[in-house]
């Protein structure tokens, strides 16, 4: 039996890959604003804030696609074994 066409997990896992590199690029644009600049309490909290989310995101995102190839390649072994 031939392993399962998953082909199109690897554009969605590339995707995942991608946003979260941007949102970890992003992060880091954020905190670099933070440490540069006067910036009002109000908002410098709201920048932390939006920081500390962009983080999660990339962090959430990147174990997301890890977690997807790894399930992928169970699959297809998996399939290749039968």
Do not use: C, W, Y
């Not at 604003?33 to 962090?59: F, M």
């Amino acid at each position: 039996m031939a392993p399962p066409d998953l082909s199109f997990l690897t554009k969605d896992i590339e995707r995942q890959q991608e946003i979260a590199k941007q949102a970890l690029e992003e992060a880091r644009r954020v905190e670099s604003l933070l440490q540069g600049s006067d910036v009002p309490a109000d908002l410098k909290l709201h920048l932390e804030k939006t920081r500390d989310k962009l983080l999660v995101v990339a962090q959430e995102l990147a174990a997301n696609a890890t977690s997807t190839s790894t399930a992928a390649t169970v699959t297809i072994v998996g399939a290749s074994v039968r």
